[in-house]
């Protein structure tokens, strides 16, 4: 080099390493995600331990009786008719059955939503949430100033409501609260995902890794989609937004009346969603390759896919091959857990 001359940078590394190598590592050492400006940024995580797991076993018991009884409305539903424990805590029908506009949404880790519950966020607490499911007309058809005394004419009930409270009196308080021990109580289970993350590097394959890889990365999917739930709680417009009938659906507009909010829809959580078909909160995307596919082409808008309000700036063209968008899929399969058992109770008489 003579005087003067200014030195060259050196070259950047070239990180060599397979993306299975890449991601044999602390969740902290994986490869940077990219993200949209302005995302609050949360990383993706093994399911937490759910700190309602172990509630008072005899509010718990009363709690699974309740969501198992049918004779609390007049429809001869109970919550368990939309929330099977076998189907993954939904009732795999487009609509809810009974009725409705939207999808059922599974309440499989509900107890992390605080705040957050139904698709549009309308109810602010789990009374409110169960209150309406109860009431609905359409759901259970319920009232819950007289169901303590339907509860009360079965002899069965009134030494449930002693164990659990210490008394036999039946109230509208008590029904709540023994309902929502026993909703919170529900969690998902251990994933191949939730193996991966804690160490066992065998847990996920080289295609199901590339998924991750692509989940993070050039499938944007983690701005929306992250953190141990794989939701950020938000509420986006995906533009997809009539109902059953193919009249426009509001979303979040209805709870806040904020013109912004119009066609805006809670982010569902990931964890089993390759068993919980069919998709979107009108139910009219029978599988996930639907969803994926039309997430990568931006949400094109035609026939029935109306947008209602302002489409959310994320949705936008990815341009993923069909191979990338397999391995996705392969990917999200891998958050899927065993379906839990659950006995149906005897129910008082």
């Given amino acids: 080099m003579t005087d003067g001359e200014v030195p060259l940078p050196e070259p950047e590394p070239v990180d060599t390493r397979s993306t299975r190598e890449k991601y044999s590592a602390a969740i902290t050492a994986w490869p940077e995600a990219e993200w949209y400006s302005g995302i609050i940024k949360k990383e993706l995580a093994e399911l937490p331990a759910n700190p309602n797991a172990k509630p008072n076993t005899e509010v718990l018991r009363l709690g699974k009786v309740l969501f198992f009884e049918k004779r609390m409305g007049s429809i001869q539903n109970s919550c368990s008719s ?146 141990p739930f794989f939701t950020d709680l938000q509420y986006h417009n995906l533009g997809y937004a009539v109902d059953f009938r193919g009249d426009l659906d509001n979303g979040r507009y209805e709870v806040t009346g904020f013109e912004a909010d119009k066609g805006k829809l809670r982010t569902p959580g990931l964890r089993n969603v390759s068993n919980t078909a069919p998709y979107w909160h009108n139910g009219e995307i029978a599988t996930l390759e639907e969803v994926i596919d039309l997430l990568n082409r931006g949400m094109p808008h035609t026939g029935r896919q109306k947008i209602n309000g302002t489409l959310s700036p994320h949705i936008r063209p990815l341009q993923l091959t069909s191979n990338e968008q397999r391995a996705i899929l392969a990917f999200l399969n891998t958050l899927s857990s065993e379906v839990l058992k659950v006995e149906s109770p005897t129910l008082p008489q």
């Fill in 82 to 227: 939309c929330h099977n424990p076998a189907k993954f805590w939904t009732d795999g029908s487009r609509m809810a059955i009974g009725g409705g506009v939207r999808n059922t949404p599974t309440i499989e880790n509900a107890w992390h939503l605080k705040g957050h519950l139904f698709h549009d966020g309308r109810a602010a607490t789990y009374a409110e949430q169960i209150t309406e499911a109860i009431e609905s007309p359409i759901e259970m058809d319920g009232d819950l100033n007289i169901i303590p005394w339907i509860l009360s004419q079965i002899p069965g009930y009134p030494p449930l409501f002693e164990a659990a409270y210490g008394s036999n009196s039946i109230t509208r308080e008590r029904i709540l609260d023994a309902l929502e021990v026993y909703t919170l109580s529900i969690s998902s289970g251990e994933t191949a995902f939730d193996r991966f993350v804690r160490g066992d590097y065998a847990a996920l394959t080289d295609k199901e890794i590339e998924g991750l890889h692509l989940f993070r990365t050039k499938g944007k999917c983690i701005n929306c989609h992250n953190g």
